[in-house]
């Protein structure tokens, strides 16, 4: 790539970032419908939902396999080592739990949805425990 800095500026990173959550969410809805079909009986519905769905982690993996040739679209941050991998995730993971999801539960809260506020929630509790354990693994 000539220029890292000019790429990530580019209509084709920002696709590129689409195109990697958008397969990221096919794959994971692929997963969900199978087990919803394991449930129902339809055995040969499930089979082929996961295999899909296994194919699905190919392609996340090859967007981001060109996204972090500028940086990792969520976090800002290069992608590399693992420690350095661990930082990206660990700054997404505290965004999302102290932000993201907080706000999140209040707009569902405040248009009446308290059984979504309340999911919102969850998820933010289930952040602070990855935060803390990300914190840990890297003795901070």
Not at 8 to 23: D, P, V, Y
Not at 71 to 81: K, T
Not at 99 to 115: L, N, S, V
Not at 122 to 133: G, S
Request: charged residues 30%; hydrophobic residues 40%.
């Amino acid at each position: 790539m000539s220029d890292e800095g000019e790429f990530a500026k580019s209509t084709t990173f920002e696709n590129l970032r689409a195109a990697f959550a958008e397969e990221a969410a096919l794959a994971y809805r692929y997963l969900y419908f199978s087990v919803l079909a394991d449930f129902e009986g339809l055995d040969r519905h499930s089979a082929l939902f996961k295999e899909i769905a296994e194919g699905g982690e190919d392609f996340v993996q090859g967007c981001f396999d060109f996204l972090k040739l500028a940086r990792d679209p969520d976090s800002g941050l290069a992608v590399g080592g693992t420690l350095k991998n661990m930082e990206s995730l660990l700054q997404i993971e505290a965004r999302q739990q102290g932000r993201t999801y907080p706000e999140m539960a209040k707009a569902a809260r405040a248009e009446g949805f308290p059984d979504i506020a309340s999911w919102f929630d969850t998820l933010e509790k289930a952040k602070r425990a990855h935060v803390q354990k990300l914190r840990k693994l890297s003795g901070g």
